[in-house]
């Protein structure tokens, strides 16, 4: 039976799910911005995109401190205003032919500091809104929309950059946001805030808060240190999976685009499933198997070669991989959420994602230096070897005990 999570919930799922396809749509607008309009050398591409995802990670540290003793719909409603702001300067700048380097730039940070702070506030306004009971179904849901919009997002975003071009990706980018502060403003619920001691001021040890709260779980810092790693390791071969099918064996845009628009559709599927498979078979079976899974499939990556066979080869693997991890997630946020202490939910969240992106992108910088080396079919082999041994750091099934089945 289909669980009913109520209005609320229903427009902080509209909400979410508005903002991340006009993020998807918008994928990979900033790169052809700034090759085609800016006529940007390759580093300066790649450092537009490390820069920004590094940059605003460190600048959103003092935001998970600052969001946890804040009413929640609030700072999401400003999260999304400043982010329409932000991506709406850049269509207003290359009307006016102003756009630079260094505002794509500055967009790039300031989005990602807010879309940081907005994710740490929708998490904890989450665990408020719904039933404990209800989290792994919520999760699911939020996942689903995910991989459908990974799945159709890029497809239709590079219709319309073909026909209109990338700033008009971006201006949809924007509207999305305000679209999703008015799904925000819609609900009607109560809110959640961590109260302060008046007597307490604020301290520079706080920031590690969320760390703190972490570590001190068993099983936080298992998934915590699984998480950091496996994504790390999956992230750093995007990359050189391009440059793999574009460069050396000569796929086609449309081809790539099948390649990884397709297995986004497995989320889904596993999305949906996770729930099911939980009430089944109980949390700590399903998160086991599905974590080994996500971790064993990549490997078959070092399989690719060129033309139809090599096109199936990466079609079939990031399916497999993609329908674990749709499994896998929803569980492991609905962890997160629970095992939080009161008080730093969104502290928690915030170091999760702050650590997520800068584990990210020094993982992207060592396996591109590997792939120069050796070569990205050998870097993306030694990226699956690696995963391997991932599923050791997941949680031990005496630290999990089984919640009471509902």
């Not at 749709?326 to 492991?332: E, L, R, T």
Request: aromatic share 10%; proline share 5%.
């Amino acid at each position: 039976m289909r669980v009913r999570l109520g209005s609320d919930f229903g427009w902080l799922w509209s909400a979410y799910a508005v903002s991340t396809y006009g993020t998807w749509i918008a994928f990979g607008a900033f790169p052809l911005i700034a090759v085609r309009v800016l006529d940007a050398p390759a580093f300066a591409v790649s450092l537009l995109e490390a820069a920004g995802l590094a940059v605003a990670a460190i600048v959103a540290v003092p935001l998970g401190p600052w969001t946890e003793h804040r009413a929640k719909r609030p700072v999401m409603i400003a999260m999304d205003l400043i982010r329409f702001l932000a991506m709406a300067s850049v269509p207003i700048a290359y009307l006016l032919g102003l756009l630079s380097y260094g505002q794509l730039l500055a967009v790039s940070v300031i989005s990602g500091t807010a879309g940081i702070a907005f994710t740490a506030a929708s998490g904890a306004y989450l665990k408020h809104l719904v039933d404990a009971r209800h989290l792994i179904a919520a999760n699911g849901r939020f996942e689903g929309t995910t991989w459908v919009a990974i799945a159709a997002g890029p497809p239709l975003g590079g219709a319309l950059i073909g026909l209109l071009g990338p700033v008009v990706t971006v201006a949809a980018d924007a509207f999305s946001y305000l679209l999703s502060a008015f799904g925000v403003l819609r609900i009607r619920g109560g809110d959640a805030a961590a109260p302060r001691d008046a007597v307490t001021r604020w301290r520079a040890t706080d920031l590690l808060t969320g760390w703190r709260s972490i570590f001190q779980d068993r099983v936080l810092r298992s998934l915590f240190l699984n998480a950091m790693t496996v994504n790390g390791l999956i992230m750093a071969t995007g990359p050189l999976m391009a440059v793999l099918l574009l460069g050396r064996y000569g796929f086609s845009a449309w081809q790539y685009g099948l390649a990884f628009g397709v297995p986004a559709l497995g989320g889904f599927a596993g999305a949906r499933l996770s729930a099911r498979l939980v009430t089944r078979h109980g949390r700590y079976r399903v998160m086991i198997v599905s974590g080994w899974l996500r971790s064993v499939f990549p490997l078959g990556l070092a399989l690719t070669r060129p033309g139809v066979p090599g096109l199936l080869t990466v079609i079939a693997v990031e399916t497999l991989l993609i329908v674990s991890v749709g499994v896998f997630n929803p569980i492991s946020a609905t962890e997160r959420l629970q095992r939080a202490p009161a008080g730093h939910v969104a502290q928690v969240l915030s170091a999760w994602s702050i650590s997520s992106r800068l584990a990210q992108a020094a993982f992207m910088l060592v396996w591109g230096v590997l792939a120069t080396l050796t070569g990205p079919l050998t870097a993306i082999t030694v990226s699956g070897v690696l995963l391997l041994a991932t599923p050791l750091l997941l949680p031990k099934r005496a630290h999990m005990p089984e919640p009471a089945r509902v």
